[in-house]
């Protein structure tokens, strides 16, 4: 009896032991080789922010609306915010944009977080808008079965904007500067 313990627990400690990479993480890893090669490098770096991904990002089951780098940099994102970010930027279904072709204009796609949706709109010859965001670089995610397409803009709920943007710079006479060392924001003393 000593012995069969022995042996399933020994049998045990070298599974459970051993890293087993799953199926849904080699998914992610390609999906965001893809996200790389299209340059979509701020949104793979939000995603990597992450200590543990969301079990729904980790599905596979996912598709992603990525704004590009541009609009990412303009933008607050805070690490109390970045799961809403991204999972407000997800449909937790792969779609491509073929299937985004068979959808009636103004139809409601949940979102990856809760409350959260997305009216996607069809103005003919693949010109697709979801809520304030156009789609503008298609199907960049081939390599797995997590889909992502590139969008326009940071994806706004609710006429609000999801988080706030950083107000542009001031810029008189060729000379850009920050808001805040601008003359017109000196404190009066």
């Known amino acids: 009896m000593g012995i069969l313990y022995f042996f399933f627990l020994a049998v045990y400690l070298l599974f ?78 792969a779609l491509l944009l073929d299937d985004f072709a068979h959808l009636p204009t103004g139809t409601v796609l949940p979102t990856s977080y809760p409350h959260k949706t997305i009216n996607v709109r069809d103005f003919g010859r693949a010109n697709f808008f979801v809520n304030n965001a156009k789609i503008v670089k298609p199907n960049v995610c081939s390599s797995s079965t997590i889909k992502c397409h590139g969008v326009t803009s940071i994806i706004m709920f609710n006429h ?13 006479d060729l000379d850009c500067n920050p808001p805040e060392s601008s003359p017109h924001n000196v404190p009066n003393n």
């Open 16 to 93: 459970t032991s051993q890293p087993i990479t799953p199926a849904n993480q080699t998914e992610l890893h390609a999906a965001l080789e893809d996200m790389r090669s299209s340059s979509y490098h701020g949104f793979v770096i939000l995603l990597q922010m992450l200590n543990s991904v969301p079990n729904s990002i980790r599905s596979g089951n996912i598709t992603f609306l990525m704004p590009n780098d541009i609009e990412l940099s303009n933008s607050v994102i805070t690490p109390d915010s970045l799961d809403e970010f991204l999972l407000s930027h997800s449909v937790p279904t």
């Open 160 to 172: 609000d904007s999801l988080l706030p943007r950083r107000p542009p710079p001031v810029c008189k």
